[in-house]
């Protein structure tokens, strides 16, 4: 089934960019929590004052664009079933960052489940994801994703509680490959299925 191109396209355009948004609004939610230090968790940011609000903003806008970026890799998967389970997998993502930034709900202790959750299907996904761009002659993009999974699973071997380091360590290497893959879906050209390497 071929890929319907421009809808790839617009899903690509709204979605790749949002961990660029997640990142600017953190940074500025740091900027305004002078308490606040890397041996803590990026959720711990939420905890009060105007910076809270700035952070949980973030993280509803920078969920809600993931949404729409896992839509578009749904589509861009053509059907394919390690495609599909990638793309399910960055749902899962873009929904646990939204729902880290509900103020109006008192999450407790999910929060943390929350956490643990995204830090689960960030390789999880990254892998699936890379494989599936292998088997379409994606190698380059498949790679990135292979080693950005990689790297997500070093949290998984330290010990201790949640830091803003280890959270750094899962999202920055899926955000570049977020990045990379999103501008290659916005760069498909029609008609997809003339083309044998896209």
């Given at each position: 089934m071929?890929?319907k191109?421009?809808?790839?396209r617009?899903?690509?355009?709204?979605?790749?960019?949002?961990?660029?948004v997640?990142a600017?609004?953190?940074?500025?939610?740091?900027?305004?929590?002078?308490?606040?230090?890397m041996?803590?968790?990026?959720?711990?940011?939420?905890g009060?004052?105007f910076g809270?609000v700035?952070?949980?903003s973030?993280?509803?806008m920078?969920?809600s664009?993931?949404?729409?970026?896992?839509?578009?890799?749904f589509?861009?998967?053509?059907?394919?079933f390690?495609?599909?389970?990638?793309?399910?997998?960055?749902l899962?993502?873009?929904?646990?960052?939204?729902?880290?930034?509900?103020s109006l709900?008192?999450?407790?202790?999910?929060?943390g489940?929350?956490?643990?959750?995204?830090?689960?299907?960030?390789?999880?996904s990254?892998?699936?994801?890379?494989?599936?761009?292998?088997?379409r002659?994606?190698?380059?993009?498949a790679v990135?994703?292979a080693?950005a999974?990689?790297i997500?699973?070093?949290?998984?071997?330290?010990?201790?509680?949640?830091?803003?380091?280890q959270?750094?360590?899962?999202?920055?290497?899926?955000?570049?490959w977020?990045?990379?893959?999103?501008?290659?879906?916005?760069?498909?050209?029609?008609?997809?299925?003339e083309k044998?390497?896209?």
């Amino acid at each position: 089934m071929p890929v319907k191109v421009k809808i790839v396209r617009i899903m690509a355009m709204f979605g790749t960019p949002s961990s660029i948004v997640g990142a600017l609004m953190i940074f500025l939610s740091i900027t305004m929590s002078p308490e606040w230090t890397m041996n803590q968790s990026i959720s711990a940011l939420g905890g009060g004052g105007f910076g809270s609000v700035v952070f949980e903003s973030g993280l509803l806008m920078a969920g809600s664009m993931a949404m729409i970026f896992s839509a578009g890799l749904f589509e861009f998967s053509e059907k394919d079933f390690l495609g599909m389970l990638g793309s399910g997998g960055i749902l899962i993502y873009g929904i646990s960052v939204s729902a880290l930034g509900l103020s109006l709900v008192d999450l407790g202790e999910f929060r943390g489940t929350l956490v643990y959750i995204i830090f689960f299907v960030v390789p999880v996904s990254l892998a699936l994801l890379s494989i599936h761009l292998f088997k379409r002659g994606l190698t380059n993009y498949a790679v990135i994703g292979a080693l950005a999974s990689v790297i997500s699973l070093i949290p998984w071997v330290q010990s201790g509680p949640v830091t803003a380091i280890q959270e750094l360590m899962v999202l920055t290497p899926f955000s570049l490959w977020q990045l990379a893959i999103g501008y290659h879906m916005y760069r498909l050209e029609p008609p997809l299925e003339e083309k044998e390497d896209f």
